[in-house]
Nanobody, 116 residues
Framework: QVQLVESGGGFVQPGESLRLSCAASGFTFSLYVMSWYRQAPGKEREFVATIASSSRDTTYAESVKGRFTISRENGKNTVYLQMNNLKPEDTSVYYC?????????WGQGTQVTVSS
């Protein structure tokens, strides 16, 4: 079955960096688009970034453009989110997402807290 496991979250100060990872299994990872979403307390889950199967195409939310970078290693079935210059408004639970066979799959999420 499809499994997505995020890691790398933590507590950082404004301006610092974090790198999130999402390890995937149960499907042919290299064939599928992978995305990151986030959800802050009391808010709806929102799109952060997406990467095509070939890694050539990436798309970002305006709020993270220029600060976050999504990448993938198909040989390791892993997608990453490098987050630089973090801001307090980036505080959220970050989720990995893919769609396979007409279904949407989510990981369990990893908490990122940015505070001074």
């Amino acid at each position: 079955q499809v499994q997505l496991v995020e890691s790398g979250g933590g507590f950082v100060q404004p301006g610092e960096s974090l790198r999130l990872s999402c390890a995937a299994s149960g499907f042919t990872f290299s064939l599928y688009v992978m995305s990151w979403y986030r959800q802050a307390p009391g808010k709806e889950r929102e799109f952060v970034a997406t990467i095509a199967s070939s890694s050539r195409d990436t798309t970002y939310a305006e709020s993270v453009k220029g600060r976050f970078t999504i990448s993938r290693e198909n040989g390791k079935n892993t997608v990453y989110l490098q987050m630089n210059n973090l801001k307090p408004e980036d505080t959220s639970v970050y989720y990995c997402r893919t769609r396979s066979g007409g279904r949407t799959y989510w990981g369990q999420g990893t908490q990122v807290t940015v505070s001074s």
